[in-house]
């Protein structure tokens, strides 16, 4: 039944028509229509009247009898016809009462044009809130306040006060800002430039960037989606939307409020936070989302990711015909942080063939100012089949023998290359326009200088490299069931102390409940204890200030390192309560802690968290040590992590370099330490308590991983669990996890599937049998295309926000433990609450009760999910499955096609 995978997909766009009215209204009402000159709304019913789109347009006014020459209407409630879409262009203050009418008057969807809500202050909060609270009791959509409004160029709709509407195109624009939408959309009819939707979402009291996400990933006329945005809003609703649309469309992001000041300033404009940047940094990566740094790249953009194919590394050819377009790009490549590729010997042999003698012998490959169309085309195939390029950019600088067409219409015949990109940089001007011109229409971006044409492979690159995190397989990684009672119980034992701060001892307590390796600390409470732990460890050794209140105990005097003797342990346990005494008071020193001197041979690294106000915890790792705010050598994730993102993490830093062996020195263990970061997310996650965490210094070698020292801070008890920011990724649903005997004595785990479940899935596929497989799937599907690692990736990598998916794995049978005999799925239906669910079981094990049980798990799942309504369908001839659906209260009816039924469940 996994069919439902790709079944579903198909079948959510009918709920989403709560959408379409914004995009293809049969009737319009423009509130506050006027035609007064100059305002704006005169100028949004002289769109919509000038730009058929298929609908009626009523004006309303009470002051009018006729606007623009169309009969008026005192308000929406005498329109004589259901109004799909109201936009509103009145006072806020007049907007609650003019909602009740349109929710009196049926009305759909309305665009809130006005100003005068949250960004004026506590008033227009309170309107914004009633205006909500309206709307929803009513089932009404809001896109806006204060906003430009919405068009629709396929359909002809304008519902905006820009000067014209956009042509039509394929890529789906959505702003915060109305003046970059419209300033965008002027640009666009310069540029010829087409869109397939544009919308100004303004404060997003309702609709927000996940809902316009959702629906334009199924908008069969948009190919991509540009996102101009201030404010992330719902940061869990725009994360889940993007992952799941960015792995078919790219979603290309201009975000302002890079620095404090901008961030402030888009605060104040849209009344909401900005978030940080380097958090939502971190989310963009996470979800396959591209940042664009620039606003002039952004539509570039849009075309080169639709004409060429993602690079699989970022190892850039250049192919030159001058050597300084040749350096100032290799020099903007590096400083982008991606790479000239370092041509392999065989490349440079080929190329000794064909050139001049004279030719650069290495990347960029100058072929001299004399090359004409052959020469660029000799080097351009060998250049393209060197084994470390990962794509071309080929430059052209006109020159009295240069022929700029003649070289553009060779290198169109490599356009078609699957896995590298070519870009090209025909320089210059009159000469080169010819060329540019069959370059573009031949598939391959042309770009007047070589900067740019670099700054676009660096975009490529990275948007390929944060996809391959949504298809790449991670490692399996061991949990511990047992884990998150200990830990919980530690930390509720602190907070009913009423302390908010874990000690040194409790802290490392914590770690190792979750697996992580610290060095072994013990506690003394007097001079005397510390000597006597200090010997039985072995010395040298190491004394630490223990304090329920200091939190950085170097800078209180607190860390006395490599004691060698009884009499070094003894001053520095007295040394450490003089100065906490003096400084704080004696009530601020809890005796110390003794632990073994660890080798210091090794990385000293930093793994932290904190909870962002919009993203929930967040997640640090980098060099750390002493000088960590010095360096600032950090990366941030969000959780969870499997082994791969935690790759990815790791691999954002500098240290990652040297972490893999410099200078002689031997390697750490990256799957290790990508298995310890998997973990540390699972702690900060299941603890809901933790407000700070860091490990400092996590001493890297060759030999181990080591915690040498954490600090934990916690919620106290004045703090609400409801009124910590929950995860912007929805965790692991550990609660789902069970363990069941089957009535024959079968014993089986059941729970949510995991990333790394792909491996067993493929083993899975290959016990169906053909009528299995027709059963679910309603034809033939043979196992090569069952098991491709791009279906089966999204199959195991899934959103528990969007859907859940329980496998069915056997536990008690020696070399088949983790086999997954049975998988259950409930994919939820965008726009309502309802899902769709499908189980499917290995033939050997079919009629055992393996389904039966998946099912009563997904009924769960959907009763905690706070469904409304289950639907599953199966082909008619499918007896067991009817009664499988019917023995949990389904009921059976005829579906869509004659062979078809649907089995419908009210919760």
């Known amino acids: 039944m996994e069919a439902l995978f790709e079944s579903a997909a198909a079948q959510t766009d009918n709920p989403k028509r709560g959408l379409s009215v914004f995009f293809s209204p049969k009737s319009v009402a423009v509130i506050g229509a006027t035609e007064r000159t100059g305002h704006v709304g005169r100028a949004i019913l002289w769109n919509l009247i000038s730009s058929p789109f298929g609908g009626t347009v009523y004006p309303v006014n009470p002051k009018r009898a006729a606007v623009l020459g169309i009969r008026a209407y005192p308000s929406i409630s005498s329109v004589p016809e259901p109004v799909d879409l109201a936009v509103l262009v009145i006072p806020a203050e007049s907007v609650p009462m003019v909602m009740r009418e349109c929710a009196n008057a049926g009305v759909a969807g309305a665009v809130i044009i006005s100003a005068g809500f949250r960004e004026t202050g506590p008033r227009g909060l309170e309107l914004e809130?009633?205006?909500?609270?309206?709307?929803r009791s009513a089932g009404i959509r809001l896109i806006g306040p204060n906003c430009l409004g919405v068009m629709c160029p396929v359909s002809g709709?304008?519902?905006?006060?820009?000067?014209?509407?956009?042509?039509?195109g394929t890529v789906a624009l959505i702003s915060q800002s109305g003046a970059i939408c419209t300033a965008l959309l002027d640009w666009s009819l310069r540029e010829k430039v087409g869109f397939s939707a544009v919308v100004s979402v303004g404060s997003m009291l309702d609709i927000g960037w996940g809902a316009l996400i959702d629906y334009l990933g199924s908008d069969p006329q948009t190919r991509s989606i540009v996102i101009y945005m201030e404010s992330i809003g719902d940061a869990r609703s725009f994360l889940s939307a993007a992952r799941e649309v960015a792995l078919s469309k790219p979603i290309l992001v201009i975000k302002a409020g890079r620095t404090e000041l901008a961030a402030r300033a888009a605060a104040s404009h849209t009344g909401s936070l900005a978030g940080s940047d380097a958090v939502l940094e971190a989310a963009f990566r996470r979800v396959g989302v591209l940042r664009i740094d620039e606003l002039g790249d952004i539509f570039n953009m849009t075309e080169v990711l639709a004409r060429q194919p993602n690079p699989t590394g970022p190892c850039l050819t250049i192919v030159t015909n001058a050597g300084g377009p040749g350096v100032l790009a290799t020099d903007a490549l590096i400083t982008l942080g991606a790479k000239p590729s370092s041509l392999a010997a065989?490349?440079?042999?080929?190329?000794?063939?064909?050139?001049?003698?004279?030719?650069?012998?290495?990347?960029?490959?100058?072929?001299?100012?004399?090359?004409?169309?052959?020469?660029?085309?000799?080097?351009?195939?060998?250049?393209?089949?060197?084994?470390?390029?990962?794509?071309?950019?080929?430059?052209?600088?006109?020159?009295?023998?240069?022929?700029?067409?003649?070289?553009?219409?060779?290198?169109?015949?490599?356009?078609?290359?699957?896995?590298?990109?070519?870009?090209?940089?025909?320089?210059?001007?009159?000469?080169?326009?010819?060329?540019?011109?069959?370059?573009?229409?031949?598939?391959?971006?042309?770009?007047?200088?070589?900067?740019?044409?670099?700054?676009?492979?660096?975009?490529?690159?990275?948007?390929?490299?944060?996809?391959?995190?949504?298809?790449?397989?991670?490692?399996?990684?061991?949990?511990?069931?047992?884990?998150?009672?200990?830990?919980?119980?530690?930390?509720?034992?602190?907070?009913?102390?009423?302390?908010?701060?874990?000690?040194?001892?409790?802290?490392?307590?914590?770690?190792?409940?979750?697996?992580?390796?610290?060095?072994?600390?013990?506690l003394a409470a007097t001079e005397g204890e510390?000597?006597?732990?200090?010997?039985?460890?072995?010395?040298?050794?190491?004394?630490?200030?223990?304090?329920?209140?200091?939190?950085?105990?170097?800078?209180?005097?607190?860390?006395?390192?490599?004691?060698?003797?009884?009499?070094?342990?003894?001053?520095?346990?007295?040394?450490?309560?003089?100065?906490v005494t003096a400084k704080l008071g004696g009530e601020h020193f809890n005796g110390v802690t003794v632990q073994p001197m660890a080798s210091a041979e090794g990385y000293e690294l930093i793994l932290g968290s904190s909870v962002d106000e919009q993203f929930g915890s967040v997640l640090l790792f980098g060099a750390g040590g002493q000088l960590v705010e010095v360096f600032q050598d950090r990366a941030l994730a969000l959780p969870p992590l499997n082994t791969t993102l935690a790759r990815r993490l790791i691999e954002q830093t500098r240290v990652f370099t040297a972490l893999q062996g410099v200078r002689g020195r031997k390697p750490i263990d990256i799957p290790e330490l990508e298995h310890l970061l998997v973990h540390f997310s699972q702690l900060v996650l299941e603890q809901n308590w933790i407000r700070e965490i860091d490990i400092n210094p996590l001493l890297a070698s060759p030999e181990a991983l080591l915690a040498l020292d954490a600090r934990v801070v916690i919620y106290g008890l004045e703090t609400n669990l409801s009124e910590i920011p929950k995860p912007a990724i929805r965790p692991y649903p550990s609660k789902y996890v069970g363990q069941i005997v089957l009535k024959d004595g079968l014993a089986l785990q059941i729970r949510p599937i995991r990333p790394d479940d792909e491996p067993a899935f493929v083993r899975f596929h290959e016990t169906l049998s053909d009528e299995s497989v027709y059963r679910r799937y309603f034809f033939l599907m043979n196992l090569e295309s069952r098991i491709r690692h791009e279906r089966l990736t999204q199959m195991c990598f899934?959103?528990?926000?969007?859907?859940?998916?329980?496998?069915?794995?056997?536990?008690?049978?020696?070399?088949?433990?983790?086999?997954?005999?049975?998988?259950?799925?409930?994919?939820?239906l965008s726009g309502n609450n309802q899902a769709e669910v499908a189980v499917l079981v290995s033939d050997a094990f079919q009629n055992r009760g393996i389904g039966t049980?998946?099912?009563?798990?997904?009924?769960?799942?959907?009763?905690?999910?706070?469904?409304?309504?289950?639907t599953a369908s199966f082909l008619a001839e499918n007896e067991s499955i009817a009664k499988l659906f019917k023995s949990h209260g389904f009921t059976i009816g005829d579906g869509m096609d004659p062979d078809v039924q649907q089995a419908?469940?009210?919760?």
């Open 904 to 907: 419908e469940l009210r919760l």
């Open 530 to 579: 510390a000597v006597n732990v200090a010997t039985a460890l072995g010395y040298p050794v190491a004394v630490k200030l223990n304090s329920f209140t200091v939190t950085h105990k170097t800078d209180m005097g607190g860390v006395k390192l490599s004691l060698y003797d009884a009499a070094a342990v003894r001053s520095a346990y007295r040394e450490i309560q003089d100065t």
């Open 853 to 870: 049980e998946l099912v009563r798990r997904l009924i769960e799942f959907a009763k905690d999910e706070k469904l409304e309504l289950l």
């Open 129 to 135: 809130r009633e205006t909500l609270a309206i709307a």
């Open 346 to 522: 065989e490349t440079i042999e080929a190329l000794n063939k064909v050139l001049p003698p004279h030719w650069s012998h290495s990347n960029p490959i100058d072929i001299i100012g004399d090359a004409g169309p052959d020469r660029y085309e000799q080097a351009i195939r060998i250049a393209a089949s060197d084994p470390n390029t990962d794509g071309l950019l080929v430059i052209m600088t006109p020159q009295a023998m240069s022929d700029p067409a003649g070289i553009a219409r060779k290198l169109v015949s490599f356009a078609a290359l699957k896995t590298k990109p070519i870009l090209a940089s025909w320089m210059g001007g009159e000469k080169a326009s010819e060329g540019e011109a069959v370059l573009n229409s031949g598939g391959i971006p042309a770009f007047p200088f070589p900067d740019a044409a670099v700054r676009a492979f660096h975009y490529m690159w990275r948007y390929s490299y944060n996809l391959r995190a949504l298809y790449e397989t991670p490692a399996v990684t061991d949990g511990n069931s047992r884990a998150a009672d200990s830990a919980t119980r530690l930390i509720e034992s602190v907070r009913q102390s009423g302390r908010t701060l874990l000690t040194e001892f409790e802290s490392k307590q914590l770690l190792a409940f979750y697996g992580i390796p610290v060095v072994e600390t013990r």
């Open 798 to 828: 899934i959103d528990y926000d969007r859907q859940m998916a329980l496998v069915a794995e056997r536990t008690n049978v020696p070399g088949r433990s983790g086999e997954i005999v049975g998988v259950g799925r409930l994919i939820k």
């Open 157 to 168: 709709l304008n519902a905006t006060f820009a000067p014209a509407i956009a042509r039509s």
